[in-house]
């Protein structure tokens, strides 16, 4: 009895991991492949992406007529229309399902009735079309593979990394140092703006004390002043005439050579007697306490 009860657990556990609801009430319909690419029993059919039911049975014919008949087990509930179509479908990691591609007809399919079915590459499919394309390429990336390896192979190539690499560490020291400078007149431009406010406070001032210069220059007589300069500077021109001329005594000693001839004989005669009179003084001043002498 223990036997039996456990057979009878085992087949609802087995039916249950497969998906197979066996007390449920669910449509039977058949599907037509030419080729079923992975798929088994128990793969889950899909519509719009929800698990509707699951593949029960899959048959070959063997006598080469209709080709693998898949066996569908869906809700009851759901309206197939006709013309629906059933593609396989897999993704990458090889996982095969049943996709129900359904029309747009307004009559449904009844249990018992057949689906046609196709094969729907998707991603592998994608994959298989590049295939062509990227053998094509290899030799082209592999020729260019042995062009790079000979380029990185260039000692030049290694002395330009060097020289990079010394540049981005003066580049660095250099952002550094900039970094600091910023920090530096940061620090002081509070006092380089209090001196400039004191600068701009001074140069108000002067502002001020020119715009009073102008106010009083331009309250003074200039023209008074300016008639008054002319005259003194005709004055001038006139006392220049007079010089230049033979007018009045300073016009003749400067004009009248025969005056200054005159004037410097009688300078030289002046200095002569003053040369005479130093040497001989006795000729020109006599004192005596006992007499007068005769002059030798």
Known sequence: ????VGIIVLFFGMSFLKG????????????????????????PVLAN??????????????????GIIVELDVEDELKIPHGTTAAISSDLLGNVKLNLIFSDEKTYLKSGDTITG????????????????????M????????????ILADPHIQGILNNAYDVTGNLRSSTAELTSLMGDMKTRMPALF?????????TSQVMTNAEKVTGQLAQSDFQGTLAKLDETVGQMQELAQKLNSNQGSLGQLMNDNKLYENLNATMQQ???????????????????LFGRKDKK
């Not at 992406?49 to 209709?66: A, L, P, Q, R, S």
């Open 49 to 66: 992406g929800y698990k509707v039911g699951t593949v029960k049975d899959i048959e070959y014919d063997f006598k080469g007529e209709k």
């Open 270 to 288: 002046a200095d002569s007697l003053l040369m005479d009179l130093r040497e001989h003084p006795k000729r020109y001043v006599h004192f005596s």
């Open 194 to 202: 209090d001196k400039a406010g004191g600068v701009l406070d001074n």
């Open 139 to 150: 030799p082209k990336v592999d020729s260019i593979l042995t062009s790079v390896n000979v």
């Open 20 to 43: 197979i609801h066996l007390f449920s009430n669910e449509n039977t319909y058949y599907v037509l492949f030419d080729r079923i690419d992975g798929m088994s029993t128990s793969c």
């Open 118 to 137: 196709n094969y729907d590459e998707g991603a592998l499919g994608e994959v298989k079309e590049m295939v062509p394309t990227i053998q094509q390429l």
């Open 1 to 4: 009895m223990v036997a039996i």
